[in-house]
T-cell receptor, first 107, second 112 residues
Framework: GIQVEQSPPDLILQEGANSTLRCNFS?????LQWFHQNPWGQLINLFY???GTKQNGRLSATTVATERYSLLYISSSQTTDSGVYFC?????????FGKGTSLLVTP | EAGVTQFPSHSVIEKGQTVTLRCDPI?????LYWYRRVMGKEIKFLLH????????ESGMPNNRFLAERTGGTYSTLKVQPAELEDSGVYFC??????????FGSGTRLTVV
């Protein structure tokens, strides 16, 4: 099956810092989504972004489908950004998740 | 519109007992999926319904897991009998067309 690799696996930031999370995938995909799993375990959809760039507040994402990667930018990080960020890609209908990037934002 | 709703949010059961998780997808979504995240590992696909039919259940770990979607609306996932390794967070998601997947808040299952 398709391989989804996320980096870095862990990240610690001080509040206010910026960061870039990366997702590489091994094959052409129909869909790519970024999710945030918050400390309460809820899985929140951030972006549905099979290609191009989208922005939502302090977050933005870019997917370059031809080169099989996507980037998630977090600017001016806040403690509430802590949690695990998952990239997931679709071939067919089922999502294939990466192992996630665990982010801790400290005050 | 209401999102994907899962019930219960938490469940603690003893090994050998039965637990039933419920998922109400977004109204009108034909596609319903179950996923789970076992502690510290990635989120894994369990199965996919299209309306009331099981499209793919290749991710179901074993025959202790049974999923149903009567009438093509809500779905249940039963674990019987539960084992320690079944502990984790069970997510439900629904989709329609090419608009991405919406996940519920998950059910955190702890088997003791």
């Amino acid at each position: 099956g398709i391989q989804v690799e996320q980096s870095p696996p862990d990240l610690i930031l001080q509040e206010g810092a910026n960061s870039t999370l990366r997702c590489n995938f091994s094959d052409s995909v129909n869909n790519l989504q970024w999710f945030h799993q918050n400390p309460w375990g809820q899985l929140i959809n951030l972006f549905y972004i099979p290609s191009g760039t989208k922005q939502n507040g302090r977050l933005s994402a870019t997917t370059v489908a031809t080169e099989r990667y996507s980037l998630l930018y977090i600017s001016s990080s806040q403690t509430t950004d802590s949690g695990v960020y998952f990239c997931a890609v679709v071939m067919g209908y089922a999502l294939n998740f990466g192992k996630g990037t665990s982010l801790l934002v400290t005050p | 519109e209401a999102g994907v709703t899962q019930f219960p949010s938490h469940s603690v059961i003893e090994k050998g007992q039965t637990v039933t998780l419920r998922c109400d997808p977004i109204s009108g979504h034909d596609n319903l999926y179950w996923y789970r995240r076992v502690m510290g590992k990635e989120i894994k696909f369990l199965l996919h319904f299209v309306k009331e039919s099981k499209q793919d259940e290749s991710g179901m770990p074993n025959n202790r897991f049974l999923a149903e979607r009567t009438g093509g609306t809500y779905s249940t996932l039963k674990v019987q009998p539960a084992e320690l390794e079944d502990s984790g967070v069970y997510f439900c998601a629904s989709s329609q067309g090419g608009n991405g997947y919406t996940f519920g808040s998950g059910t955190r299952l702890t088997v003791v």
